[in-house]
């Protein structure tokens, strides 16, 4: 609508002349856009975007629609038509004009209310898995059909089913969506990363735009099914994704930019097709042609005459033997193959090819989830360079994105603005804890509980429970929202509930036990129609009704620093991969402090007979014991 209605001038004219117009990037102000979408839903029985709202004055809407042509075609609304005759009733008939937008406001306000308190059930949790299952593509993966989305978080909520339920059916739908997107041209085989979603049910053919956010949980889903299976695939597919945001999206002060756009020089997808003769011309003719058949490149293409590089033309898929998968993560090795140079030498023309757009802006609440890949990624694939990423990242937010105890929303080119939403402080804070769980440094512990505080106060709804999507002191809308249902990211609600939880297993306080009761409650009512839409929050839930538990350890001022720092990185290694297992450190330097935030830890002694290990399993607490190697495989999961 930008290109063929608002840089019209005849369109601009009358825009200008009958109305104030009001452009809002969905991003910076998520507010007003869930009100002012819920709106376009309640009208039209469905939403999207671009999203075009006519409203009086004092904000409140009385005609809401997604695209509309420049003029009316094919029985289709238009554009100027529709200005026209709403500037008309303004003049003319404008109390039925009021009317219609108190009706509309009166209903919004009505259904928020018709959310009742239920309790958390694994009958939902069940639900929800027969949902998918019966949706499932048992072909390509994914489910349902064209367009086909990643939606990491499903898959999560699979493969912890698997593991909870024993139940192989949730793995297998899992592991083939993984596979099968990474086959696909939604995978960038040349420069790493994923595009927002699939236009065809085989992931060949992706709308071009990469984001962060899509990026980042698809890192966890990838690195998560790595450590329940073993399988390299899993591991190289996250580390491409994490090269990719490493090289493509960090600004040189750690935070990370919100994605690519699809298109090049006006054209979408260009910036990712070859033709087989490009490929010859950089590779030579035998490297070229075998690459072209590996990847599917053809004369004919498979995209507007060119072709996308993906892995669909092969029938077989190879597993990564660990030699050659060690290989390929060692750059100072050689491979023995030229997959690799070949790889980089395509990636350097494509760059010099064509420009591709990069929205260099850096938003708090997608850079949360970030973090919390990288955090995942570094313990389980042992690489402290993806914790080094997350580290910079959290800093950067920390010290440029926080003002008076309050986050902003988004960071470009020296100026921040916004004020913080929900899903800001709910993955910001979830970021600090991950970064708890692997570091076991207590300053992130103390800031996530600071910050927790603060988003109870601001945003909780105390009575009835769930989290609103502004603040209590911010600037108020026609009415206030809280939106539950995942969508292409957990929202915040469901992240806000994985906050409380994972706050009130590390402290033991009762102030985040009975905020995540009341918060689970409030979900459970919200989710009874749909459960497979709140597929983060049923993490949650799984993690409530099962067994959880518990290990803290105890390391004395004089332990060897070799050895703590091995005991370290296993803590951090099974405190992300073990279901539902809180990891505590208490060392005679952070005792004093972990007192404050976990009371609890005041009768765990730092002794000096050596490092200690403290495994309580639902309410059950072993005697403490020197040697990890065995709580380990006591802890290993099977499926």
């Known amino acids: 609508m930008e290109q063929e209605s608002f840089e019209n001038e005849k369109i601009a004219e009358l825009l200008n002349r009958e109305y104030v117009c009001v452009k809002v990037d969905r991003e910076e102000r998520p507010d007003v856009d869930s009100v002012y979408m819920s709106v376009c839903q309640a009208m039209n029985g469905q939403g999207g975007w671009p999203l075009t709202i006519l409203m009086t004055p004092d904000c409140r809407p009385f005609f809401s629609g997604t695209y509309l042509p420049p003029r009316a075609r094919y029985g289709r609304a238009g554009l100027t038509e529709l200005l026209r005759a709403a500037a008309k009733q303004w003049k003319e008939n404008r109390h039925t004009l009021l009317k219609n937008a108190g009706q509309i406001e009166t209903y919004l306000k009505e259904q928020e209310r018709r959310i009742v ?52 059916e949730a793995m297998s739908m899992a592991e083939t969506t993984l596979i099968q997107m990474y086959r696909g041209g939604i995978f960038d085989h ?9 236009t065809d049910e085989r992931w060949l053919v992706p709308h071009f735009e990469k984001m962060l956010y899509d990026n980042a949980l698809l890192v966890m889903a990838y690195v998560q099914a790595y450590g329940l299976t073993g399988r390299n695939i899993y591991a190289e597919v996250a580390i491409k994704i994490l090269s990719y945001v490493e090289n493509e999206l960090t600004d040189k002060q750690g935070g990370f930019y919100c994605g690519q756009d699809a298109d090049s020089d006006g054209v979408e997808g260009k910036y990712y097709v070859f033709t087989p003769n490009e490929i010859e011309d950089i590779l030579g003719t035998d490297e070229g042609e075998h ?67 990069k929205d260099d802006k850096i938003l708090v609440s997608w ?31 920390h010290n440029t994105l926080m003002k008076n105890g309050r986050l902003q929303v988004r960071y470009r080119d020296g100026d921040t603005a916004g004020e913080g939403k929900l899903d800001d402080y709910a993955c910001y804070i979830l970021a600090l804890l991950e970064l708890y769980k692997v570091t076991f440094r207590t300053d992130y512990l103390s800031r996530a509980s600071l ?21 209590d002191d911010a600037e108020q809308l026609i009415v206030r929202t809280k939106e539950n249902y995942d969508g292409a990211m957990p929202s915040g609600n469901s992240t806000a509930a994985r906050v409380l939880q994972t706050l009130s297993k590390i402290t033991g306080l009762t102030k985040w036990q009975e905020a995540l009761e009341k918060q689970m409650s409030y979900l459970a009512g919200a989710m009874e129609s749909y459960p497979s839409g709140h597929s983060y929050a049923l993490l949650t839930i799984m993690n409530i009704l099962h067994p959880a538990k518990e290990l803290l350890c ?8 070799d050895n703590s720092d091995e005991v370290l990185k296993q803590l951090s290694y099974l405190s992300e991969t073990v ?43 072993m005697p403490p014991v020197s040697n990890l190697d065995q709580l380990m495989k006591d802890l290993e999961v099977h499926i």
């Open 117 to 168: 308190s239920a309790q958390p059930s694994m009958a939902t949790v069940h639900q929800a898995f027969r949902i998918f299952a019966e949706n499932f593509d048992q072909k390509n993966g994914g489910f349902g059909g064209a367009p086909k989305f990643p939606t990491p978080h499903n898959l999560m909520f699979l493969m912890e089913y698997a593991v909870r339920e024993k139940n192989k």
């Open 451 to 471: 910050l927790a505080q603060t988003m109870l106060q601001q945003f909780f709804d105390s009575q009835r429970g769930g989290f609103y999507l502004y603040a």
């Open 291 to 357: 690459f072209c058949r590996k990847y599917g490149i053809t004369g004919r293409g498979n995209f507007e005459g060119k072709s996308i590089p993906n892995l669909l033309v092969n029938e077989a898929f190879e597993e990564i033997p660990d030699q050659q998968f060690a290989c390929r993560k060692n750059k100072n090795t050689a491979c023995g193959d030229n997959r690799k140079e070949n790889i980089k030498k395509l990636y350097n023309y494509r760059i010099s090819r064509t420009h591709l757009h």
């Open 554 to 561: 105890t390391i004395p001022a004089d332990a060897n620093p």
């Open 367 to 397: 850079n949360g989830w970030m973090i919390c890949a990288c955090v995942k990624a570094g313990a389980v694939l042992k690489e402290k360079k993806y914790i080094d990423l997350a580290v910079r990242a959290e800093t950067f937010i």
């Open 579 to 621: 279901p539902n297992l809180t990891v505590i450190v208490k060392t005679t330097a952070n005792a004093n402090e972990l007192k404050k935030l976990a009371p609890y830890t005041e009768n765990y002694p730092v002794t000096k007979s050596g490092i200690q290990f403290y495994l309580c399993t639902a309410n059950n607490c």
């Open 190 to 198: 040349i420069g790493g990363g994923f595009s927002r979603y699939s």
